[in-house]
């Protein structure tokens, strides 16, 4: 992970989507809570999936981002 000058970060994984799609997913979903206060973890995936397939890739991985969304909420 790498972080640009402009604010930007790139983020790449040995598949380019599995893991690098997840840890996208729940930096989404974490930024979705805090300044929404709402979550909605398919959506997230979903417009990530829908810009690369393989972003999210597992159903272990997918979960995931639920337990994440999850334990973040339960912060509040």
Known sequence: MAWAPDGRTVVH???GGG????????CSI???IQQQNIVDVFHTVKTLRNNKTNMVETMEQY?????????????F
């Open 13 to 15: 994984c040995l598949t």
């Open 19 to 26: 893991r690098s799609g997840t840890f996208c997913a729940i």
């Open 30 to 32: 974490n930024e979705m």
């Open 63 to 75: 979960k995931f981002c639920y337990e994440v969304a999850l334990e973040a909420l339960s912060s």
